[in-house]
């Protein structure tokens, strides 16, 4: 067992590194990384979850950062170099103020070290009391002065920043046409599933919820085939077809079974022994006057369709297709919940047979449709009020680029999930301990206390970034706290990462003029104002370019990143541990 002394100029070290790596691809003018894996593939992308998960750090504070931005973006869909900027830039600034408030040497003596761990501590407390007090209370409330508040019941409108939001979002992850053509598709399924204002934000996490559910693979064909269609999709094809073609096209009857139609299934295997020909020829008639019965009774409630997960024999197909009822069998369990769940029709059991309205459901429609090389039925389930079918259907060039696109629509829907979702919008985080340390991770330490909240959003191009640097700086001119006052100073600095980085990979000539510092000082005197990361720009709520991001996923960062802060300060060193022999393993469990 060994242990090493951390300092933060180890976690800035880290920060740096892969900030060198995904700040090219940062913005709507991002280059693209090309990542090859360890088994030869190749991957080009410019999201950074999924660089970073490729990346393989070997020391603990890489893996304690990088599962703190992966935890920060399973929730937001959004943020992960955002959050490496910000904290690459507090790590820097707290490193070069330990330097300065100890004494300059190349070997530490003890009362340094101790005067560093005491300042580290004090950071900490009050990095706490920023999270705990003047973000909530001071930063927050100035901000959301500014805010697009939304009105869910004005559909339009929801649209319309719906589409905005998700623009912004892709922009830079693919080309301009592909970017549009996602959006399109995203708000198109969002406002198909949806049947008014009131269900969006249900809509949005049913789709999240099912994701992979609503999706299908389309490879071989051009993205702009892309589309969403009504009703649900199940990935296999009719195992018979009722004569009738005309059967399946106005009003169709379905029900789904959970279990197979045979009586005599058992759950382990079993023999049965027969004398001769004429016992056999019983068994099959008895088994084959049991199916009837069973078929009859959906007929006579007018089921035409009939679905299982379960294996459908030769005998039952025949006996369907006499019935003029169609069925498809092998589907798997989890689309026919969600079948269920859409159609609020309860599966049949055939235990207990008894066929009730509950068990049948409604559809306008069931027919085949081919699905890049796949047969599958698409039922049309009749719409109701509030949530309401829909299935995606995703094209590309190859199965690789079909992926890359689903998995960026999955995280779209998280972002306007979190425009939309105020259930847990929190203005206070949650917290049990007094002393500046964390309690519990970064994705539950958040709790609704006394807000009302709207959907909201704030003009992009970092605005909000400015905005949080011009009211930390206003803050500090008025708190008598130094430590305080240091906190602020620090994450102001954090935060100006993302604007100075979008300005750096904008298109604008690099000159004293359009220096960074005199955009900012000039974004600082207006009401709002962002950069336009194509062309360097200051733009305002009045550019033709609506950049729209959700207010409660750019809180969630900033605190997420000071909560990592409070925790990377304490660290005061990495003890590793090397596994014990086994006789010595064995030794100590008996004890």
């Known amino acids: 067992m060994s242990c090493v002394s951390v300092d933060i100029s180890t976690a800035a070290s880290i920060c740096h590194t892969v900030c060198s790596i995904l700040q090219g691809s940062f913005g709507p003018n991002a280059l693209h990384n090309m990542i090859s894996t360890a088994t030869g593939q190749v991957l080009i992308t410019s999201d950074g979850s999924t660089i970073i998960k490729s990346l ?6 890489g893996n304690l950062i990088m599962d703190a931005v992966q935890s920060h973006h399973a929730i937001t869909g959004d943020g992960t170099k955002t959050f490496l900027l910000m904290l690459r830039e507090a790590l820097q600034t707290i490193h070069n103020i330990c330097e300065k408030e100890t004494t300059h040497s190349h070997i530490k003596s003890q009362v340094q070290k101790g005067q560093e761990q005491q300042l580290r501590i004090q950071m900490s407390q009050a990095f706490y009391r920023l999270l705990d007090h003047t973000l909530p209370e001071v930063i927050l409330p100035s901000i ?9 019941d004005n559909l339009p409108q929801v649209r319309e920043y719906c589409l905005n939001t998700v623009r912004t979002f892709l922009s830079g ?15 198109s399924i969002i406002f198909k599933t949806a049947a008014d204002g009131k269900h969006v934000s249900t809509a949005v996490l049913q789709l999240i919820d099912d994701f992979e559910l609503v999706w299908l693979e389309v490879p071989g064909k051009p993205v702009s085939s892309s589309h969403v269609l009504d009703g649900v999709i199940l990935q296999r094809d009719f195992a018979v077809k009722a004569e009738n073609p005309d059967a399946l096209k106005d009003s169709v009857t379905f ?26 020829s019983l068994v099959h008639s008895w088994k084959q006057q049991a199916v009837q019965a069973m078929i009859k009774e959906l007929e006579s409630k007018g089921v035409n369709v009939l679905l299982t997960s379960e294996h459908v024999s030769d005998m039952v197909l025949y006996l369907c297709k006499a019935a003029n009822i169609s069925a498809v069998h092998h589907i798997p369990k989890e689309e026919l919940q969600r079948l269920c769940r859409l159609s609020t029709l309860q599966p049949l059991v055939v235990s207990s047979w008894d066929v009730d309205s509950i068990n049948v459901g409604q559809a306008k429609f069931c ?51 979190m425009w939309l979702d105020v259930t847990y919008w929190n203005c206070r985080p949650r917290s049990t301990v007094n002393d500046g340390s964390l309690n519990g991770s970064c994705h539950d330490s958040f709790d609704l206390t006394n807000c009302d909240i709207k959907p909201s959003l704030l003009l992009g191009g970092g605005a909000f970034e400015i905005l949080v640097y011009r009211h930390l700086c206003e803050h500090v001119e008025n708190t008598r706290d ?4 240091v906190a602020c100073k620090v994450l102001s600095e954090a935060v100006l990462s993302v604007p100075r980085t979008l300005h750096a990979n904008s298109h604008i000539p690099k000159c004293s003029m359009n220096s960074f510092p005199r955009l900012l000082a000039r974004a600082t005197m207006r009401d709002c104002a962002g950069i336009d990361g194509y062309s360097g720009q200051l733009i ?27 925790q990377i300060l304490r660290i005061d060193s990495l003890v590793s541990v090397k596994h014990l022999p086994e006789s010595d393993q064995l030794d100590s469990d008996s004890d």
């Not at 992850?173 to 708000?187: D, G, M, N, Q």
């Not at 130094?482 to 006052?485: A, I, N, P, V």
């Open 255 to 280: 029900a789904v079974l959970e279990t197979t139609l045979e009586p005599n299934k058992t759950e382990t295997p079993s023999t049965l022994y027969v004398r001769n020909e004429d016992e056999l």
């Open 56 to 61: 393989h750090l070997s020391h603990p504070v």
């Open 173 to 187: 992850k693919f080309t301009a046409r592909v970017v549009e053509i996602l959006t399109e598709i995203v708000c």
């Open 144 to 152: 959301l002065k500014h805010a697009v508040v939304t009105d869910i």
């Open 482 to 485: 130094s430590k305080l006052s």
């Open 540 to 566: 305002d709520s009045n550019a033709a370019a609506r950049v729209y991001e959700p207010i409660r996923a750019k809180y969630f960062l900033l605190c997420h990143v000071v909560q990592l802060l409070q």
């Open 367 to 417: 027919k085949q449709i081919t699905c890049g090389q796949n047969r599958c039925v698409h039922i049309g389930l009749k719409e109701g009020s509030g949530i309401r079918a829909a299935q995606g259907l995703v094209c590309g060039p190859n199965p690789g680029l079909c992926k890359l696109f689903i998995n960026a629509m999955h995280n779209a829907l998280k972002v306007v999930r």
